[in-house]
């Protein structure tokens, strides 16, 4: 079975940067893999997403310009590397597995249990 771990998160001050990495034990294949993240009393939020190679990525509005998805498949690992963070950027952050090669903003099966963000002064 496929299992994705988590870890960087901590606390961060506004305008800082952060970098997440989401380990794959089990294999990686060929999947696009995705970043999402929630705070408490909100729903999931889309955050980025790379295709299975890291050829093409895709961001949400919220963190597009300020986020950076990139992976090493010799490490098995995806990062996030998180920019300019603000305190709206607390959160849950939950790395996935996506069904398909390529980036996708829903198709994952897959999920991390989180790593925790905060920014805050």
């Known amino acids: 079975q496929v299992q994705l771990v988590e870890s960087g998160g901590g606390l961060v001050q506004p305008g800082g940067s952060l970098t997440l990495s989401c380990t794959i034990f089990?294999?990686?294949?060929?999947?696009?893999m995705g970043w999402f993240r929630q705070a408490p009393g909100k729903g999931r939020e889309f955050v980025a997403s790379i295709s299975w190679n890291g050829g093409e990525a895709l961001y949400g509005d919220s963190v597009l310009g300020r986020y950076i998805v990139s992976r090493n498949n010799a490490e098995n690992t995806v990062y996030l590397r998180m920019n300019s963070l603000k305190p709206d950027d607390t959160a849950v952050y939950l790395c996935?597995?996506?069904?398909?090669?390529?980036?996708?903003?829903?198709?994952?099966?897959?999920w991390g249990q989180g790593t925790q963000v905060t920014v805050s002064e």
């Open positions: 996935a597995r996506a069904t398909i090669p390529l980036t996708t903003r829903t198709q994952f099966d897959t």
């Open positions: 089990g294999g990686f294949g060929r999947y696009g």
